[in-house]
């Protein structure tokens, strides 16, 4: 069975089983047949509006970067960079930035892996007390 024909055929389960829910009130109508056919025009109106919905979430397109926040931050960077120990910024640099294995960065930097990476986390907190208080 296709999509659309599953999709016609839940919709249809959906619509008989709330008729069914609502007999004692649907019997005594005018028009049953019709009142069945409403039922599943609106639950399946209700279904696309629900898809819509969601794409709409989906695909909601993201505001343009603003390019001069961009430079602020990065030049906040730099000098938080800046502030930190050469040793500690060698090491951050290294293990994030250029992603290199922590043995590697000790060898560059003529120290234990162990070292490089305690450097690193020093680096790290050190930036992120910066950036929560960025006037200290």
Do not use: C, H
């Not at 001069?68 to 030049?75: C, L, P, S, T, V």
């Not at 910024?89 to 290294?94: N, P």
């Amino acid at each position: 069975m296709t999509g659309d024909a599953a999709e016609a055929e839940d919709v249809m389960q959906e619509a008989f089983l709330k008729v069914w829910e609502r007999w004692e009130d649907v019997r005594t109508a005018d028009d049953p047949a019709a009142y069945l056919y409403r039922t599943a025009f609106n639950l399946f109106r209700s279904r696309i509006r629900r898809a819509v919905r969601a794409a709409r979430r989906v695909a909601r397109p993201s505001p343009p970067p603003d390019a001069f926040a961009q430079i602020d931050e990065r030049e906040d960077l730099l000098a938080a960079l800046r502030a930190l120990a050469p040793r500690q910024r060698a090491a951050v640099v290294l293990l994030d930035l250029l992603d290199l294995p922590s043995q590697y960065a000790g060898d560059l930097l003529g120290v234990k892996a162990v070292t490089v990476r305690t450097l690193a986390s020093q680096a790290r907190r050190a930036l992120q007390a910066k950036v929560e208080q960025p006037n200290a």
